[in-house]
Structures are given as structure tokens and as C-alpha cells.
């Protein structure tokens, strides 16, 4: 099968999108798949093709790079747009690039567009081996997918069952020239020690290793499509909305349907579920999900990861990011009947009625404070709360309405947050659970 028509076939799922926009680098696998696409074009009715280059500034050959791109879809008659990308200073120069350019791709695509990466099937085997020397699991070991969602609309990589020299021997035969990053052949990055060590190596003794390794991430794809079923089944029973909370909106499980789980099978859910809010931890830091789950009854348990906080309360999890992972200040806000307040760091409130006379001030709950209700009495504000079952992570940031000085509504619980005649009402719109905040 020759690479167009094998190209072509990848992409036949995805011939009625938008538009199909090529991730070009200007090196030998983007230069190919451009120019692929293009004869592909010209006897087929496909998308409208177009490139973009990111610029990512940290060579002097960048601009270079982007005058080469520039000339090349100048040729070949395809729009070309330039994208350039600040990354972010940190330990690994590899994977924060990365990120800017994913960053930069997701930005730049419409609405069921289709972009297209020129990885191949080296490629596919190399990241295998990477992550393989990292420990990752199967999720990692799958390698990269054919195809993802990215931003509004989808990543493809047609090419990812080619050889490199299937790709080398097409851009030698129609006269393609290329770039060359010279940080390709920096060793003191792994994947280029990988790619030009490690490999060469294991393919003296093994010559079909490349082609071995990439079946071998497709057996690891298949198995994670499983792991993934097998989660959702056992997410079905956890994932109901809790009944008295659903206000704070914030996602979260029941407890009592993943502890009937055996210990692999509660990970692969709970890891199923957090993929979509953080990173995943390593090995060693699930030991605090066991923490988590071993704690006291009337413990209040946390669980820090990358992006947020999972953390237990009333045998439910929870988890929280953005505003919800800081305290928010004090506040003595004065009240104004149907008007929005902001709460700073805590979302906003408001009364919906009308307040009688009175000074009507917003406020959080202090040590010790108590509140009258009709044929009860005065009740401590700390029993009132523990007899509402409410989350210990958000007593504390719980409006609560004053009048003279003397608690009158606690926000958004029935019962406690309005006045004997429901003339009024306090509403609390919580934060949002932000992880760019975070």
C-alpha cells in the first residue's frame, strides 16, 4: 500500500470536517504529510488544507525555520499560519515546549477542525520505550492515540503506522528539502538518547523492534479501552449528584459504592475519574488515597494533587480547586436587598425579598456564634451545621446574614436561610471550581 493510500484511508473517517490543518514544523515528518496532502487534494475532494507553524523562540534557527515553512507552503500553494509561543521556564525544557505548542494548536482550531501531526511509527515505539523506563502504567504505555479531541476540535496522526524511512524515502523521491533541529542530536535530552542510542542498539539484535514496540502500545491501547469500560461501570452507583449539595457544584463520588471495590479496581476507577481534573499521581502517591479512605469517621481528610484537592467528607469525595484551595479573607460587607455582593476569593451573595430596617451586614462564621429559631431557642451555629451534615470545607466560608449584630440566615440551607414569613432569602453562588486557578 503506497502512503497515499494509506493516508488517505486514515483519513477517510474525517473527510466531511471543516477544515484540516497540518502541524507543520518544516522538519522531514510535517514536510511529507504537507506535501502528501497536497497531491492527495488535487485528485480528491478533501477539507480545506491549510499549515501552522509554531515559533517557539528558543534557537536562533527559529526564524529560519519559519521562513523555510513559509517558502514551502509558498510552493505548494497552502495557506500557512505563524503562532508564536512563550514557554514557561521549568525543569524539563522538552515537555514545557510541548505544552506551549498543544497550548497554541488547541487555541488556533475552529470548531470540529481537524489537525494533523506527522509522528510516525518510530515515533510511536520511542515514546513506548520512554515512558516504559518512566514506570508508567497502561494508560502511558498505549503510547500516542491515532486520533483525540483537542480543544473544540480533533487531533489525527495519520502516519503513525509508517516507518520513518517510508517517509525518508517519499521526500528523497520528490526532491523535498527539510530542517534539521540541532537539539535532535542533543543527548543530554532522553528521548534524543533514546533515539539515537538506545534504539540503533536494540534493533542490532532485534531488527523488527520498532515495529514490535508499536503493536506492542496498540495491545496497551486496547487493554486501556477496557480498564476505561470497566471504570465507568463501576463510577455508575458513585456518580450520583448528592441530593442536599448539589448547589456547590463541585464534582464528586459517593464513597460506599468504591469501597465494595477491591484496591485495584477502586484506582483504576478513581484514577478514571480524575483524569479529566489533574494529572495523575505516581505509585508511590496513592499511598494518599489509601489515607484517605483509612481515616477516621469524623476526620476531615485531604488528598493534595497536582491541580487540586480530593478530600472526604460525610462518605463523600469531593474535589476541590481555584478559589475553593484558599481561605477567603474576612469580610463585613453591608447588605442591599436584591443587589449581588461579591465575596472575594468565595463567589458572590445576595437577598432576594426585601430587609426590614436594620443594620444588615454579611459575614462568616465566628467562634462561639449561636442563632435564635422559633421554638428551639438560641443554637450554636457549629450544631446547626453539624445537624445539616454540611462539608467541613465550607463551614467556614458559608455566608451568613446579621442584623444588629446578631445572626439571622445562614445562606442557601432550608429552614436557616430566610426569615419566618419568607419574606427574604440569602443566596450564595459559590466559587468556581477553576484549576487554572490553582
Known amino acids: 500500500m503506497t502512503l497515499e493510500s494509506r493516508l488517505l484511508s486514515r483519513l477517510a473517517p474525517w473527510r466531511d470536517a471543516p477544515a484540516w490543518r ?33 515559533h517557539h523562540g528558543l534557537q536562533a534557527a527559529a526564524d529560519g525555520w519559519a521562513d523555510h515553512c513559509q517558502r514551502l507552503c509558498d510552493e505548494l500553494g497552502v495557506p500557512l499560519t505563524m503562532r508564536r509561543v512563550r514557554v514557561a521556564e521549568g525543569a524539563s525544557l522538552e515537555r514545557a515546549a510541548r505544552q506551549a505548542r498543544y497550548d497554541a494548536f488547541a487555541a488556533a482550531l475552529a470548531p470540529g477542525e481537524v489537525l494533523l501531526l506527522g509522528q510516525h511509527r518510530d515515533d510511536q515505539a520511542e515514546t513506548l520505550l520512554f515512558r516504559l523506563l518512566r514506570g508508567a502504567g497502561v494508560q502511558g504505555l498505549a503510547a500516542m492515540p491515532p486520533s483525540r479531541s483537542l480543544a473544540a476540535g480533533h487531533l489525527l496522526r495519520p ?108 484506582r483504576n476507577a478513581v484514577r478514571h475519574w480524575l483524569r479529566a481534573l489533574t494529572p495523575m499521581p505516581d505509585s508511590e502517591h496513592w499511598a494518599g488515597w489509601q489515607a484517605l479512605l483509612e481515616a477516621a469517621g469524623d476526620a476531615a481528610p485531604l488528598w493534595p494533587l497536582k491541580r487540586g484537592v480530593l478530600c472526604r467528607a460525610d462518605e463523600r469525595l469531593w474535589w476541590l480547586c481555584g478559589d475553593w484551595l484558599q481561605v477567603p479573607p474576612a469580610i463585613d460587607l453591608p447588605v442591599v436587598s436584591g443587589q449581588w455582593l461579591a465575596l472575594p476569593g468565595n463567589g458572590r451573595a445576595r437577598i432576594k425579598g426585601e430587609l426590614a430596617a436594620g443594620d444588615w451586614r454579611l459575614g462568616y462564621r465566628q467562634a462561639g456564634a449561636s442563632m435564635r429559631l ?65
Not at 224 to 239: H, N, R, S, T
Not at 414 to 430: C, H, K, M, S, V
Open 159 to 266: 502516519l503513525l503506522d509508517c516507518p520513518r524511512q517510508a517517509l525518508s524515502d517519499y521526500a528523497q523521491a520528490h526532491g523535498l528539502r527539510w530542517v534539521e533541529d540541532p537539539s535532535n542530536a542533543d543527548l543530554r535530552f532522553s528521548r534524543n538518547y533514546l533515539r539515537h542510542r538506545l534504539l540503533p542498539l536494540i534493533g542490532e539484535r532485534w531488527p523488527a523492534a520498532v515495529e514490535t514496540l508499536a503493536r506492542a502500545a496498540d495491545h496497551q491501547r486496547e487493554a486501556a479501552l477496557l480498564l476505561d469500560e470497566l471504570a465507568q461501570q463501576d463510577l455508575a452507583a458513585a456518580q450520583i449528584p448528592p441530593q442536599t449539595y448539589a448547589w456547590l457544584g463541585l464534582a464528586s463520588l459517593t464513597l460506599a459504592p468504591l469501597r465494595r471495590l477491591s484496591p485495584p479496581r477502586q
Open 374 to 438: 422559633p421554638g428551639r431557642g438560641q443554637r450554636d451555629l457549629k450544631r446547626l451545621l453539624n445537624e445539616r451534615r454540611l462539608p467541613a470545607f465550607v463551614r467556614g466560608r458559608l455566608p451568613i446574614l446579621l442584623c444588629d449584630g446578631e445572626v439571622r440566615a445562614l445562606a442557601n440551607l432550608p429552614g436557616l436561610d430566610a426569615d419566618d414569613a419568607a419574606t427574604w432569602r440569602l443566596i450564595w453562588q459559590p466559587p468556581v471550581c477553576d484549576p487554572g486557578l490553582s
Open 22 to 54: 497540518v502541524a507543520l514544523s518544516g522538519g522531514l515528518d510535517s514536510s511529507v504529510l504537507l506535501h502528501l496532502l497536497v497531491q492527495l487534494s488535487r485528485r480528491e475532494a478533501l477539507p480545506p488544507l491549510s499549515a501552522i507553524h509554531i
